[in-house]
C-alpha cells in the first residue's frame, strides 16, 4: 500500500507549470546590454516619429483630394 502512495504524483496545478515553465524560458534569453537597449529604443522611436510624420502627410493629402472631389 505505501508503495503505491508513492507512485501516485499529485497533479501539478496549471497556473503553477506557466510560471514554471515561463521563467525556465526566460533564463535562456540573451539579454541586450544597456548600450545596446538604449540604442535600440533610440532607433525604435525615430522610426516612430518618421512614420508619424509620412502619415500625417498621407492623411492630409488625402484630405485635401476628398475635398477637390467632392467640391
Known sequence: MAEKAKQVKKKENAIQRWFRE??????????????EARRLTGLVLLVMAIVGVLLSLVDYAAGEILKLILA
Open 22 to 35: 515561463t521563467g525556465g524560458e526566460l533564463r535562456k534569453v540573451s539579454w541586450p546590454t544597456w548600450p
